[in-house]
C-alpha cells in the first residue's frame, strides 16, 4: 500500500460523524450524572417479540435481569414506518460491524440522518478482547441479521423453531398491523448481550458463552433522534452459554425503561434534509443531473 | 462436550453444506475442462444498472474488461420473486462475510436453500492477502449492503450520485417490474471485484485499490440451482483506485457471459423442502408447536 492511500471509509467517518456526536456526548453526560428521568419501565418476557414507543430525546435503556439474554433491536420512525428506520448498512459504513459507545445508527437512503445514538454501555469490552482476541464483542450487526426459522430448520431439522425474525414480525404485526410488517421479509437488526469474535479465515462470526462476561444489572443505552417504533426480540439462543442443542438454550427476561432529561426530551441532532431522490422515481424520471466519476480506458 | 468448545457456526457450516458439495465440484470440473457452452453474453456499461435472467443449471460469469470494476448482485426466484431471494443472512452463516469458491448462496426464511454456488474465481487471493492482510479479499457481504446516493450526500455532498441503489434499482424495474422493485427497499447485495479487509477495530472494513490486485479477463462463476431473475449494479467506485471523490472514481464495463454444460443445464442441488412456516402467517396463526429452548430461573 502507498503512503498516498486515501481510506474512503475512515475520512467519511470522521467527516459525517462528527456532526453528530456533541448530541450523544451530552445525553452521555446527563446519564451519567444520574440526571434522566424515568418515564416508564417494563420487564420482558423470553421468546416473545416486544415494542414500544419511543420519543425524540428520549433515551430506551436495555439491562440484564437475573441473567444475559440477547436482544435483537430495530428502529422505525414512526411517521414513515415502511419508508425510513436504523439501517445497518449506513450504521455499518459510518461506525463498525461491533457498535460502541458513541456510534451512530443511519437510516436508510434517501433519508441517511442518525435516528438513534448508543450513549452507553456497561458491558466490560476489555474482559471480551481479553478473552477473545481483538474483534471480541458483545453488540453487532450480521448481514441482513437476525436468526429465522429457517436457519434453525436447515441446520438442526427442527421447523418452526423461536427465532428473532418470527419474534420481529409479532411485534412489528402488533404495532403496525399485518400489511405493513408483511413489507419487512428481511428484518435487519441490531443485536445486543451476544459474545461475538470474527476470527474465522474466510471472515465469519463466532458465538461465545456470555458467562462471566455479561452481568446482572449491566445495560445498553441509547438516545433517539426523532419518534420511533422500538422493535425487539429476545434471542432464542439465550444466555448462548451452551448451543449444542437448542432445546438447552437458557432464556431469560430482560427489563427496559424508557428515560427523558429532568426538564423534558434532550436536544437531538439535526436532520440533514438531504435532496437526494427515491430510486424508483429517480430513474423513472431518467436520472436527471446524475453525478458520476470517470469511465476508464482500455490501454 | 463442553459448551465452550461447541461452536455453532462451524458444525452447521459443515453439516449444512456437506449434501451440495458434489454439485460445485461437478460445476467447476466442467467450466475447468472447458465443457460449457456460451448461452448468451451481455456487455454492462458503466453507471447503469441490468436485470437478466438465469436458467436452473446454467452458469453465469462476471468478466473484467480493461479494468477490475466492483459489481454488486442481487437474485431473486423467477417464480416467487416477491417471496424469495439470494439471502445475505444465511448465506454468511453458512459460508463467510468474504465468500470464495465452494460457498452457496442460500435464500431467505423459510426456503433456505442453495440458489447459487460460487465455482471459480481467477482472481489472485494470494497478492490481494499480501498486499492488504490475511483479512482481505474482493467478494463479500455487507449488512444489508449496496451503496446509496444518500450516503455520497452526506460524505461528499454530491446529489443523486450513481449508486449501486439506484443501479439494482433499475435492473429490477427492467427484468421484474416495478413493483418487485419495490419490495426490495434496500436490497441486500452480493459484491465481486471490490477489494476490502475487515481490519479495522471495532470490527469494519476499508476499501483499498484494485488494479494491482484484478484486471483484464480476470472472471468469477456461478453454478445456478433454479430459475432466477438477477440485478447487477457497476459501483461507481469502480477500480477505486482514487476514491477521494466520486468523480474521480474510475468505472470499467463488465462481461456478462452465461453458459451451459454442453449436452444442456448442468445438475443442480435438490430443494430440501422445509416446513417452517412464514413468519407473519405463523404468528396470525397463534404459533402452533413453536419449538423453544428453556427459561432460566434465578438462582
Not at chain 1, 456532526?19 to 418476557?45: M, N, W
Not at chain 1, 448508543?118 to 458483545?138: F, L, M, N, Q, S
Not at chain 2, 461437478?26 to 436458467?55: C, D, M, R
Request: negative net charge.
Amino acid at each position: 500500500m502507498t503512503e498516498e492511500f486515501f481510506d474512503a471509509g475512515e475520512e467519511a467517518k470522521k467527516k459525517v460523524n462528527k456532526r453528530y456526536d456533541p448530541y450523544c456526548e451530552k445525553a452521555r453526560e446527563l446519564s451519567d450524572a444520574g440526571k434522566l428521568k424515568l418515564v416508564s419501565e417494563t420487564v420482558c418476557e423470553p421468546f416473545q417479540g416486544a415494542w414500544f414507543e419511543l420519543d425524540k430525546g428520549q433515551v430506551i435503556h436495555y439491562e440484564v435481569l437475573d441473567g444475559p439474554q440477547i436482544l435483537d433491536t430495530r428502529y422505525h420512525v414512526r411517521s414513515r414506518p415502511t419508508e425510513e428506520w436504523a439501517d445497518p448498512y449506513h450504521s455499518t459504513v459510518m461506525g463498525a460491524i461491533t457498535p460502541y459507545e458513541g456510534m451512530h445508527y443511519y437510516s436508510n437512503t434517501p433519508f441517511t440522518r442518525p435516528v438513534m445514538s448508543i450513549i452507553k454501555d456497561t458491558v466490560d469490552g476489555e474482559k471480551i478482547r481479553k478473552k477473545y482476541g481483538p474483534t471480541g464483542a458483545h453488540s453487532f450487526i450480521y448481514n441482513s441479521g437476525r436468526c429465522t426459522s429457517g436457519i434453525y430448520a436447515l441446520a438442526y431439522d427442527l421447523p418452526n423453531h423461536n427465532s428473532c425474525d418470527l419474534n420481529l414480525k409479532q411485534a412489528m404485526v402488533a404495532a403496525l398491523g399485518e400489511e405493513k410488517a408483511r413489507v419487512f421479509h428481511s428484518p435487519a437488526s441490531i443485536m445486543h448481550f451476544q459474545i461475538v469474535d470474527f476470527d474465522k479465515d474466510p471472515i465469519n462470526v463466532t458465538y461465545r458463552p456470555s458467562e462471566g462476561l455479561i452481568v446482572q444489572g449491566d445495560y445498553v443505552e441509547l438516545l433517539a433522534h426523532e419518534d420511533v417504533y422500538v422493535f425487539i426480540s429476545p434471542c432464542p439462543l439465550g444466555d448462548q452459554n451452551d448451543t449444542s442443542d437448542l432445546e438447552k438454550c437458557v432464556n431469560w427476561p430482560w427489563r427496559v425503561a424508557i428515560y427523558e432529561g429532568e426538564d423534558g426530551p434532550l436536544e437531538t441532532a439535526p436532520d440533514p434534509q438531504h435532496k437526494t431522490r427515491d430510486p424508483f422515481e429517480f430513474n423513472k424520471a431518467g436520472r436527471p443531473g446524475m453525478t458520476t466519476g470517470v469511465v476508464g480506458t482500455k490501454q | 462436550m463442553a459448551a465452550e468448545e461447541y461452536d455453532i457456526i462451524k458444525d452447521a457450516y459443515k453439516r449444512v453444506n456437506a449434501p451440495y458439495q458434489k454439485y460445485y465440484e461437478q460445476a467447476k470440473a466442467a467450466s475447468e475442462a472447458g465443457k460449457l457452452k456460451l448461452v448468451n453474453e451481455i456487455i454492462l456499461e458503466p453507471y447503469n444498472g441490468k436485470g437478466f435472467e438465469l436458467k436452473k443449471g446454467q452458469v453465469v460469469r462476471y468478466e473484467c474488461i480493461g479494468g477490475p470494476q466492483t459489481i454488486d448482485l442481487f437474485y431473486m426466484v423467477k417464480s416467487r420473486p416477491m417471496e424469495e431471494w439470494a439471502d445475505t443472512f444465511h448465506t454468511a452463516c453458512f459460508g463467510s462475510h468474504m465468500y470464495s469458491e465452494g460457498i452457496h448462496f442460500f435464500s431467505n426464511s423459510p426456503y433456505c436453500r442453495p440458489l447459487l454456488t460460487f465455482i471459480r474465481d481467477t482472481v489472485d487471493w494470494d497478492k490481494i492477502k499480501e498486499l492488504y492482510g490475511e483479512r482481505a479479499g474482493h467478494n463479500y457481504v455487507l449488512h444489508n449492503g449496496a451503496c446509496s446516493s444518500a450516503i455520497y450526500e452526506e460524505v461528499f455532498g454530491t446529489v443523486n450520485s450513481n449508486s449501486c441503489h439506484f443501479n439494482i434499482a433499475q435492473g429490477i424495474m427492467e427484468i421484474a417490474g416495478e413493483d418487485v422493485a419495490r419490495r426490495f427497499i434496500h436490497p441486500a447485495c452480493f459484491m465481486n471485484f471490490q477489494i476490502v479487509a475487515f481490519d479495522k477495530i471495532p470490527t469494519a472494513l476499508t476499501y483499498f485499490p484494485g488494479v494491482e490486485c484484478m484486471g483484464d479477463g480476470d472472471f468469477v462463476e456461478f453454478l445456478v440451482h433454479d430459475d432466477l431473475y438477477a440485478a447487477i449494479s457497476p459501483c461507481p467506485l469502480g477500480d477505486q483506485e482514487d476514491m477521494t471523490s466520486i468523480e474521480s472514481c474510475t468505472c470499467w464495463p463488465v462481461r456478462i457471459a452465461i453458459y451451459e454444460g454442453e449436452d444442456g443445464p448442468l445438475e443442480t442441488a435438490p430443494d430440501p423442502q422445509k416446513k417452517s412456516a412464514n413468519a407473519v402467517d405463523f404468528v396470525k396463526a397463534g404459533r402452533p408447536g413453536m419449538v423453544t429452548g428453556k427459561v432460566g430461573k434465578k438462582a
